[in-house]
């Protein structure tokens, strides 16, 4: 009686904790109304029905969990007038723009820039006119009387930049280390296991977990030696995952006996290296180990793959390295800074089942009391009652009951992201029919669910919102994404850099500038939104669950140029280069490299954020901020050339020789396809600054591509660029024509 009630008492409590830990604040409504899954909170004895009072309940604390947090988001202050006084009117006639005949503009171009008070153009693949780099196209102003306009585009690129510099570094410096010790302890340890455990009920499950640790041994070149019985597994799995081929049987999840239907398919495509992962061949290795260990389900239906977790549990809290350290630990120090970084897994982990098994196994159980039928379906009941995942990166039958099919233990799991939650809650099963499904999201989903209208829109007019259950589906997550509050949105880095991209497509009102209350600068908002989303996927997309230089020369007479007016933009991503330096910094993970970094962007950051509101607020700017307005691109180049690799490591700095800003990311797969998300090169926009007499200021954008591939097709970086400089890049997205004009 009173082991039942302590059970059931540690659910709730787990379940309750993980979903609030999940997201934090108001989160826990989005995540336990995604799919109904158990009533946990709702019932009062999920596990057994007792007659007995509560006592001796015991009590857990976020901390017994979860790991504290690296660091808080403080936000930054700034301020709007109620209205922008001064400019233009618009439509503007050419005699109003000064100079407007020194741009070599096509009539198309000129008559969008008196429309509408900017335009830019397309993007071309003729290497005489090509910008590979953003700051390629500032400098090219460098020398002439060109006023520059410094674009937001620009400045969320630079954090991408540092962003991308920083998860590598630690990736080859600390992570790929720390993975090696791991996989070493818990290969011995399980192989230990399967010693002690043949010829009993578990000498299977040990076995398998045996081959799936000696699966990441393998690709990480281990001195190790597996079993000859299971080297076998091991080598189809390795064969599969190096062929990169679609769905297939998993060999070491076949444990036969099982229904057609309950045996594993694993999308061996994910293991192609994509993002900053295929740059050397250390990244390579560990992009394809922690996709094993993020992907793999030991799920909770299937009673051998459980007894598998409990064995990995057990597994990582005896398991030390030769020089005494933990695997927990070692475990942890990848864990918690990806957590930081990215969020906290989506699937049951160490944490949840380590809590379970002690309260009914015991706290040293003999492993074969995991086996014990009675014990192992109380262990069952009470982990239904946790979360099930609420984004699903499995193959599920369509008549299988998808949290039934998906809920289970991932040694270390992918990260839980609100794209991706808000991608699986407006495609098949949730919208469309069997007949006709909506088996891709588009990225627009994501803006939509954040309440853009003009997303909806743009969505209406293609055509998605008639799939049946469209609306309905996005309704919801649009009211679960409106109750988020800021301790959601701030609570890792992936989210504040969702965070900091809001104000950059919310439609500009009477405080702004003409050109930037028109329907077309809403679009390229839109369109520089996504592409940073973009650049952020390409950054993630191993965890997320599914991605100085010279500065003299110039003009003798001061061209007065013009930054992109978005204060709460700007302020929000300080906010973001703050909280990445300090959290950082709390765990010993800031390098010199990454500190310098920050360090500039932050001080750019501060100017950037004091000019656009002097800019809004009818303030002159003063000589010294017109010059490093218009040397933004030198600093564009030395904060490029700080994110880069070395040439040669042992040399130090920055290897511009082959620095591409183009970049991809596949962020969901469908019915035979794949949806790739790409940032192209960058272009120019010309706009017509607000003040007298009115200039044409110059300035770098993104360009953004949305299409899909086969999945043995998902593409790399350099297969994106080949395609963009051969001139066979997909056509831009249609509602991109009011603002990118030839």
Known sequence: GKKILRITSLVIAAALLLSACRLTDLISSLTTGAEEPPPVIETENPVVVTEESPVDVPVISAGDLYAAPFAEYNPRAFAIPAQYTGGYALPLSANQVEGLEDYDLSSGQTAALLENGFVVEPPTSDPSRLYKEFYQVYESARYDT????????????????????????????????????????????????????????????????????????????????????????????LGLIEGGGGFATSPIWDTGGQASDDILLEDYSQYIPRGHYTL???????????????????????????????????????????????????????????????????DLSIYEYGKLSDEIFGASPDLLSFADPQLSETFFQAARQLPP?????????????????????????????????????????????????????????????????????????????EYENYDTQLEKVKEEVAGLGLDSWTQNLYWSWLYALQPVFEPKGEQYPAFMQTQAWLRKDMHTALSS??????????????????????????????????????????????MTRTGLDSRGLLDEVTRGNLDNLIEELVFLLDVAQAELNGIELDEEDYWRIHFFGGWLEAMTVAAADPADPAMGGGDLSDQKSALIADVATGMGRVQEEGVGYPTKIYVVMPNSPYRIAVGAVYTYYEFTVLPEDRMTDEDWQAMLESGYAPDAPDWTSMFIVP
Not at 427 to 433: I, K, S, Y
């Open 533 to 578: 989303w973009t650049e952020l996927k390409h950054d993630t997309i191993l965890y997320a669950k599914r991605v100085m230089a010279e500065m003299g020369g110039g003009p003798e007479d001061l061209p007065k140029g013009y930054v992109e007016p978005n204060p709460e933009a700007y302020a929000r991503l300080l906010a973001l280069a703050e």
């Open 389 to 465: 995942p609420q984004i699903n990166s499995m193959w599920v039958w369509s008549w299988q009951d998808r949290d039934d099919a998906t809920q289970g233990f991932r040694f270390m799991g992918q990260r839980f992201t609100l794209d991706a939650y808000v991608f699986g809650q407006v495609m098949w099963r949730n919208v469309g029919t069997l007949e006709n499904p909506r088996d891709l999201p588009k990225a627009l989903d994501f803006l939509a669910a954040q309440g853009s209208e003009e997303a909806y829109a743009i969505l209406d007019e293609m055509g998605e919102t």
């Open 146 to 237: 060109t006023p520059v306009f410094v674009t937001t585009d620009a400045v969320f690129r630079i954090y991408h930049l540092i962003f991308d510099k920083m998860l590598r570094d630690l990736e080859r410096n600390a992570f790929m280390d720390l993975l090696n010790e791991l996989t070493t302890a818990m290969l011995d340890e399980s192989l230990a296991q399967y010693e002690s455990l043949k010829g009993t009920a578990l000498e299977m499950a040990a076995g398998r977990n045996v081959a799936y640790f000696g699966v990441v041994a393998e690709i990480l070149e281990l001195p190790v030696s597996i079993p000859a019985e299971l080297s076998g597994l091991v080598d189809e799995e």
């Open 280 to 346: 050397d061949d250390s990244l390579k290795t560990y992009f394809k180990a922690m996709m094993w260990y993020g992907r793999m389900t030991f799920r909770l239906k299937d009673p051998i793959e459980t007894q598998r977790a409990l064995l990995v549990v057990q597994a990582m809290r005896n398991a030390q390295t030769s020089s005494g350290r933990p695997a927990l630990e070692l475990w942890q120090n990848i864990y918690d800074p990806t957590v930081f970084i990215v969020g906290k897994a989506d």
